[in-house]
């Protein structure tokens, strides 16, 4: 079956340290990939997404992600956090051939950023 | 404004009541989807309607039932309700079905107690 794996379920940083949050998926053939963030209250919204070409994808708020096909990963970074992007992340994949618009979340990420 | 809405945001309940959770978009996509997130946090696709048609029913239990009384609006009504269902709901809206960008509200949280 098709699933996404984030693999840090919590992570706790300090403002201005480096983030990576990891996303692995399990479909071998083209896939949309998406990064939501649900900030404490507010509603998902998407950071940023991959359809095709350059696999490397700037989002909002300084944030990118680098499809890795080899690896079906798509790894989401930020240089430097601030404490505003304290929130819950998700990965989300959608296969190419699915004409259904379905997308398949992994269990989401927890980022604590200590001011 | 809020482009996709949900109503109510919390919702507590006993077994074996019935419930409604409201969703509107004003948005003027054709599509809806309500997806479920369980206690492990993974939201799961329950239902998506194109232009009031339903498209994916995804082995829900029959209690569930979505109304889609105009492309603007898909309600979610569960009937007999269970300790189980108690989960957060999304829903969320695309352009079109298949290859747009989903935009989501901010969940309804329902406790069967």
């Known amino acids: 079956a098709q699933s996404v794996s984030q693999h840090n379920h919590h992570v706790i940083l300090s403002e201005a340290a480096s983030l990576e949050l990891g996303c692995n998926y399990s479909?071998?053939?083209?896939?949309?990939l998406f990064w939501y963030v649900q900030y404490p209250g507010q509603h998902l919204q998407l950071l940023l997404k991959?359809?095709?070409?350059?696999?490397l994808v700037k989002g909002i708020k300084g944030f990118e992600a680098e499809f890795i096909k080899s690896k079906f990963s798509f790894n989401l970074r930020k240089p430097s956090v601030q404490w505003s992007d304290t929130a819950e992340y998700f990965c989300a994949v959608r296969p190419g051939s699915s004409n259904t618009g379905k997308l398949i979340f992994g269990q989401g990420t927890t980022l604590q950023v200590k001011p | 404004d809020t482009a996709v809405s949900q109503t109510p945001k919390y919702l507590v309940t006993q077994m074996g009541n019935d419930k409604s959770i409201k969703c509107e978009q004003n948005?003027?996509?054709?599509?809806m989807y309500w997806y479920k997130q369980d206690s492990k946090k993974f939201l799961k696709i329950m239902f998506s309607y194109n232009n009031k048609e339903l498209i994916i029913n995804e082995t829900v239990p029959n209690r569930f039932s979505p109304k889609s009384p105009d492309k603007a609006h898909l309600n979610l009504h569960i009937n007999s309700l269970e300790l189980g269902d108690s989960a957060v709901y999304f829903c969320?809206?695309?352009?079109?079905?298949?290859?747009?960008?989903?935009?989501f509200g901010a969940g309804t949280r329902l406790s069967v107690l």
């Open positions: 969320a809206s695309s352009q079109e079905i298949g290859i747009s960008i989903q935009y």
């Open positions: 991959y359809f095709s070409g350059d696999p």
């Open positions: 948005l003027g996509h054709d599509t």
């Open positions: 479909y071998g053939g083209t896939v949309n």
